[in-house]
């Protein structure tokens, strides 16, 4: 039975992918060694992580300025990081977009001597829709503005990335760091976690403008965005393996073609089950059409036995990881670089024979 991983993360990663990294994992490059043995100063690996920073850098458009960081923690830990070094006695602005927004925000709340102003909410809606910005609200004072680029839990998304004039813009693009195509000039700095569209757990990448890093140090040199970049990422041993992975998914998308192409193919896939929802009697969107994701699309039917009952027969027919966030209930199709169109089409095929039998019931 093929099985189609619809998981929020981790996630699915290119079956290519997978299978260079099971050759290299008694023997990289003939060295005799596994990739996961390679110590991390060794030149075998210094390749392997400056390919990645470099395989990022043009996927990405990477300007000069900005530095590329490897680091651990996973995006939870950006969320203290981030105001511990770049909010110190000011005012932290946050767009509150849903649960994990919420999150960071909560997280730079407990940091000391710093004033989180949440400009913008979408509590009205429930965080069906991603709320305008007041225009006011942009106090250029303001140490930074963060926002979630892909709410993955809720399934809205920011369609256009708002202009902060002078107030550096950052953003957590865990869900859907290199399904969008980005201007990373837009933004101060970028974080993501790997394993929802880069590749294993266990790696966070940052992208960072130089003239944003800190030089006031921080408490903890390994909380130190500055520290990081002046050591190149291995003040500690970074997550080699996974660093290995990514660059692996990396060279793998510019086979694809690279951003632009993938965003095509992930509009393709996205429209397959929107509009399949929009043409079903029984499935549903809860989110506004003008905010919808392309990575993680959240459905439901509106009865919770009913939704339960078609998490069941789906898992049984080989989709996994269907059932919607603990937090929200229904059903959420995570739809990465990674997914194939037809698992898409699978479904939408399989929810309309649903259907027809709830129908008949
Ligand atoms: C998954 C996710 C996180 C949390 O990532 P961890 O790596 O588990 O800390 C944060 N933000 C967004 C948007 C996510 O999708």
Redesign the pocket.
């Known amino acids: 039975m093929t099985i189609y991983n619809f998981s929020?993360?981790p996630a699915i990663l290119p079956q290519e992918v997978l299978q260079k990294a099971q050759a290299s994992l008694l023997n990289y490059e003939d060295s005799g060694m596994s990739i996961m043995e390679l110590s991390h100063r060794s030149s075998l690996f210094l390749d392997v992580i400056n390919q990645a920073e470099q395989l990022l850098r043009d996927l990405m458009k990477i300007p000069e300025n900005y530095r590329v960081l490897f680091m651990q923690?996973?995006?939870?830990?950006?969320?203290s990081m981030i105001p511990l070094n770049f909010a110190q006695h000011k005012k932290a602005l946050y767009v509150h977009t849903g649960a994990?927004a919420k999150?960071?925000i909560q997280a730079a709340q407990m940091v000391p001597n710093v004033e989180v102003e949440v400009i913008a909410t979408g509590e009205a809606t429930n965080f069906t829709a991603i709320p305008t910005i007041p225009e006011e609200a942009f106090d250029q004072e303001a140490a930074y503005i963060h926002i979630?680029?892909?709410?993955?839990?809720g399934g809205v998304a920011f369609q256009t990335i708002p202009d902060t004039k002078t107030i550096p813009l950052i953003a957590?693009?865990?869900?859907n760091i290199l399904s969008n195509d980005y201007q990373v000039e837009d933004f101060a700095m970028i974080y993501?976690?790997?394993?929802?569209n880069i590749g294993p757990?266990g790696l966070?990448v940052v992208i960072i403008r130089e003239d944003f890093l800190n030089d006031t140090p921080i408490f903890s040199p390994m909380l130190d965005y500055a520290v990081q970049a002046k050591n190149e990422s291995m003040y500690n041993t970074p997550p080699t393996f996974a660093i290995y992975m990514a660059g692996l998914v990396f060279e793998w998308l510019k086979e694809q073609g690279g951003v632009p192409a993938i965003l095509k193919k992930n509009q393709e896939k996205a429209n397959v089950l929107y509009d399949a929802l929009e043409a079903s009697n029984l499935f549903s969107s809860p989110v506004d059409p003008a905010s919808r994701s392309l990575t993680n699309i959240p459905f439901v039917t509106g009865d919770d036995a009913i939704d339960k009952l078609f998490v069941k027969e789906a898992t049984a027919a080989g989709f996994e990881n269907l059932k919607g966030h603990r937090s929200v209930g229904g059903m959420r199709a995570s739809l990465y670089n990674a997914f194939p169109l037809e698992g898409v089409q699978a479904l939408v095929e399989f929810m309309h024979t649903f259907e027809q039998k709830q129908g008949e019931k």
């Open positions: 929020a993360g923690g996973g995006a939870s830990l950006q969320f994990w999150k960071a979630t680029t892909n709410e993955t839990i957590d693009m865990s869900s993501a976690g790997a394993q929802k757990a966070t």
